[in-house]
């Protein structure tokens, strides 16, 4: 399955609360990404980081925050200043190879919900 | 930013025969350009790719197209099967300060019946 993992499948959140979803590669692989998946919206970008210690905001970052400690793992946490949290979220990695851009691996996805 | 749109977002085909999902992008740096099938439940996966510098690329009953001048890119799927039913996204993606910026369609919602 691409070895790329996410958890949990499913997340359950109460209003106010700080969630954090785990996302896992060892495909050696230096680019991560995350994604946000809602009915009719496509995929819309979250945060993506090239490199150990350094990641860059993508489209929709406002109440979302992210980290990069290590190269195999880029944890997402969803705040409580994300006004509309319950959605799809997608983890995905790729590399590069002589400066050309290539597929993205995707993870299996957790679905979260703000009861 | 870059913007891709893409349409239908729901085609229903019979088996047998052809289906095409179109896109088009507004970022002429833009240079790689990717679909996915993403199946209900499931992580979307690669099924076809195109590079910037080619203008068709084929696989078995898979065929992508690209035109760079009018910036657009199609999928053309040929002989659809009911495996083929899924959601398909097609994405451009550009080089934006060392990394790959990647802006995907809405997705078009493929229906094969038998």
């Known amino acids: 399955d691409g070895g790329i993992t996410q958890s949990p499948k499913y997340l359950f959140r109460k209003e106010g609360q700080n969630v954090t979803l785990s996302c896992e590669q060892n495909l050696n692989h230096d680019a991560m990404y995350w994604y946000r998946q809602d009915p009719g919206q496509g995929l819309r970008l979250i945060y993506y980081s090239q490199i150990v210690n350094d ?16 190269k195999e793992s880029f944890p997402l946490t969803v705040t409580s ?35 | 930013g870059e913007n891709v749109e893409q349409h239908p977002s729901t085609l229903s085909v019979q088996e047998g025969d052809s289906a095409v999902i179109k896109c088009t992008y507004s970022d002429s740096a833009s240079n790689y350009f990717p679909w996915y099938k993403q199946e209900l439940g499931k992580r979307p996966q690669l099924i076809i790719d195109i590079r910037s510098n080619v203008g068709e690329k084929k696989d078995q009953r898979i065929a992508v197209t690209l035109n760079k001048t009018a910036k657009h890119f199609s999928l053309h799927i040929t002989e659809t099967q009911p495996e083929d039913s899924a959601v398909y996204f097609c994405a451009a993606s550009r080089n934006s300060g060392g990394y790959q910026k990647v802006t995907f369609g809405i997705g078009t919602k493929l229906q094969v019946i038998p």
């Not at chain 1, 200043?81 to 997608?90: C, D, G, S, V």
């Not at chain 1, 995905?92 to 597929?103: D, I, K, L, P, W």
């Open chain 1, 55 to 70: 990641f860059q905001k993508g489209d929709i970052a406002e109440g979302y925050s992210v980290s990069r400690e290590k």
């Open chain 1, 81 to 115: 200043a994300q006004k509309n949290p319950t959605a799809f979220y997608l983890c995905a990695s790729s590399n590069h190879r002589g400066g050309a851009y290539n597929e993205q691996f995707f993870g299996p996805g957790t679905r979260l919900t703000v009861l």
